[in-house]
């Protein structure tokens, strides 16, 4: 019978050298807003802080925390009928 190699971290995003991609987006992003203004050392050095602020967040709570906060403040609302509206707090019966 011949092994099977099962992956162990199939669920986490694509990594770029030390980060993931969620946490490689603000550096890009950084770099891409300072090559237009013209600042980009200073961009992308206010993307790396950001990205370490943002790694600080995701360590310390769990996996999917950020969308629950979204969900609940509005921000992700859907028209989809399978989301209910986060403004209603309280359902009646």
């Known amino acids: 019978m011949k092994l099977i190699e099962i992956p162990r971290r199939i669920d986490e995003p694509p990594h770029l050298m030390l980060w993931s991609a969620d946490e490689l987006a603000p550096m890009l992003l950084g770099l891409v807003v300072g090559v237009v203004v013209g600042k980009a050392l ?3 050095l206010a993307g790396m802080l950001v990205t370490n602020l943002y790694r600080r967040f995701k360590d310390s709570n769990p996996d999917g925390y ?6 609940w403040t509005g921000a992700a609302f859907s028209k989809g ?3 209910v509206n986060p403004f209603i707090r309280t359902f009646v019966a």
């Open 66 to 71: 950020l969308l629950h906060m979204l969900y």
């Open 81 to 83: 009928r399978s989301m």
């Open 42 to 44: 200073l961009c992308v």
